[in-house]
């Protein structure tokens, strides 16, 4: 049975591009950049050559670029530098929205015990923040507004430029969490109005454990790791140069085929929710046309997201569900919650997140898998049952 990979969002396989730009440093060119001798310094050539390539990709400059462990650290960084360098001039206000990833709420929760306060900004129906109600939310005291550029889940893109241009106007440092987007669409950093902006290597077919914070000028960064004077004293560590030089190939050739993939994936991505949509109590959740290439995401009522999931891959499909299980109970997602999908139908959702290595095959086959593995868990759905009539469910 062939195996089916629609799990993109999650992580992607490593081009061959980055495979191959990843080997000579392990073992040939595998000096510390901090060190003085010839053999480091030829490492930290490489690096800062990276560096300037990376930036090139994003549209920053070189010194803007720091190298991170991935997206969760790049994220952490940004918001505890905005905050802290914020309560520095009394402003200890922060603003995002209600369906970012947990490694920004989780960081917000944490400022919120510090004494912050934290608006979180609805992204109604469709799955998008309201420039509007970012406007009204800004205050005097407002530090940050972090908002991401796509979602991780239903692939909706936010209105960034012009949240920034907002953000900009009213002199609020704005981040953006895009490590859903880099390599996906079209991310220039001046054009998007932004001053910080998250990047991870393996949502574009890049390295494991590696990532970029963009850091514009003039902003100071405070350290979560201390120690040696490496990224310009800002984040200590030898740094990673197998996967930093990974990261730079894939991102570069991510970029080079961009509009190639998208229009490729998009076709792919179309197929399967025309193949889908007629499933009775269906639903694909976010807005059909502002979202990323490759995302979607759906809601099947009478059934649950893990049983569905389950059975795909029995079927040699890898996708993934919208809900976890944690402790033995099942919570659905926080996403699909915040976009006023209600708990017994988001408890049924399935999200499969394409790549340009996904083929027209393969979505025939994950269309066809689906309708039957649908009808198979309401088949033996006591709660099916009950929706057919008409009754409440709890």
Known sequence: MKTVYVDNAATTRLSDAAMKATMPFMQDIYGNPSSLHHIGQEAKEYLEDARERVAKCLGALPSEIYFT???SEADNQAILTAAYNGEKKGKKHIISSKFEHHAVLHTLEKLKREGFEITLLDVYSEGIVSAEDLKNAIREDTALVTIMTANNEVGTLQPIKELGEICKEKGVIFHT?????????RVDVKDMNVDMLSVSAHKFHGPKGIGVLYCRKGIILQNLI?????????????ENLP????????????????????KYISALRDKLIEGVKDIERSRINGDLEKRL?????????????????????????????????????????????????????AHGSLRISLSEYNTEEEINHIIETIHKVVVYLRSISPVWEKILKGEVIE
């Open 226 to 238: 201390n120690g040696g004077a490496q990224e310009r004293n800002k984040r200590a560590g030898t």
């Open 177 to 185: 969490d895009a490590v859903q987007a880099v390599g996906h669409i």
């Open 293 to 345: 290439p490759g995302t979607v995401n759906m809601c099947f009522e009478g059934i649950e997201g893990e049983s569905l999931l389950l059975l795909l891959d029995q079927a040699g499909i890898c996708a993934s569900s919208g809900s976890a299980c944690t402790s033995g109970s099942l919570d659905p997602s926080h996403v699909l919650l915040s976009m006023g999908i209600p708990v017994e139908v």
């Open 69 to 71: 462990s991935g997206g």
């Open 243 to 262: 996967a930093i030089m990974g990261m730079a190939a894939a991102m570069e050739e991510a970029n080079a085929k961009l509009d190639e993939n998208a």
